[in-house]
T-cell receptor, first 114, second 111 residues
Framework: KQEVTQIPAALSVPEGENLVLNCSFT??????LQWFRQDPGKGLTSLLL?????REQTSGRLNASLDKSSGRSTLYIAASQPGDSATYLC?????????????FGKGTLLTVNP | DTGVSQDPRHKITKRGQNVTFRCDPI?????LYWYRQTLGQGPEFLTY????????KSRLLSDRFSAERPKGSFSTLEIQRTEQGDSAMYLC?????????FGPGTRLTVL
């Protein structure tokens, strides 16, 4: 059974700092990996999707990397802003028969202080 | 391009009552998913539709839960005889290919 772990559970940084969020998964046979942002009491906003054949994806100040063999992904946020404060969720889709359902980690709660 | 919409956004009900939630996916998205999220946890998969066909139901979906997607458009999730343990955020997502797009969720509180 696929398990996704996110470390740290919470992170507080001053504005302007670069930061890295970590995600690990137990079964390296994944179809893709998706990073989401969730504001309190809200739904999920898709940030980046990395296909299993890709090593990284970039969008603005965000860069996500994927190392399938080690079962790890990182989300790098450059020049953090208070508006980046949210919970960041990592999710994977397995490459087996159920290659459509996301398995999520518990998330990292990020606070960016002005 | 409108996103995924869900209705209602909040629902408070008494234990034992039935509730129904609606999800409208992004137009032309043929895949639709329901997830449930409890406080401090990541969302958990409940069920998946491709067009109007329900292709998988999680074991989390007891026989009190039923989901439909008539005509492959909007979907409904019904919970019968609600229990306090059903209190959660119910999230709907849709996709055309790999990337799933989520709605704002319906927060259910069972008293």
């Amino acid at each position: 059974k696929q398990e996704v772990t996110q470390i740290p559970a919470a992170l507080s940084v001053p504005e302007g700092e670069n930061l890295v969020l970590n995600c690990s998964f137990t079964d390296s046979a994944i179809y893709n990996l998706q990073w989401f942002r969730q504001d309190p009491g809200k739904g999920l906003t898709s940030l980046l999707l990395i296909q299993s054949s890709q090593r990284e994806q970039t969008s603005g100040r965000l860069n996500a990397s994927l190392d399938k063999s080690s079962g790890r992904s990182t989300l790098y946020i450059a020049a953090s802003q208070p508006g980046d404060s949210a919970t960041y969720l990592c999710a994977v889709i397995g490459s087996g028969g159920s290659n459509y359902k996301l398995t999520f980690g518990k998330g990292t709660l990020l606070t960016v202080n002005p | 391009d409108t996103g995924v919409s869900q209705d209602p956004r909040h629902k408070i009900t008494k234990r034992g009552q039935n509730v129904t939630f609606r999800c409208d996916p992004i137009s032309e998205h043929n895949r639709l998913y329901w997830y449930r999220q409890t406080l401090g946890q990541g969302p958990e998969f409940l069920t998946y539709f491709q067009n109007e066909a329900q292709l998988e139901k999680s074991r989390l979906l007891s026989d009190r839960f039923s989901a439909e997607r008539p005509k492959g458009s909007f979907s409904t999730l019904e919970i019968q005889r609600t229990e306090q343990g059903d209190s959660a955020m119910y999230l709907c997502a849709s996709s055309l290919y790999n990337e799933q797009f989520f709605g704002p969720g319906t927060r259910l509180t069972v008293l």
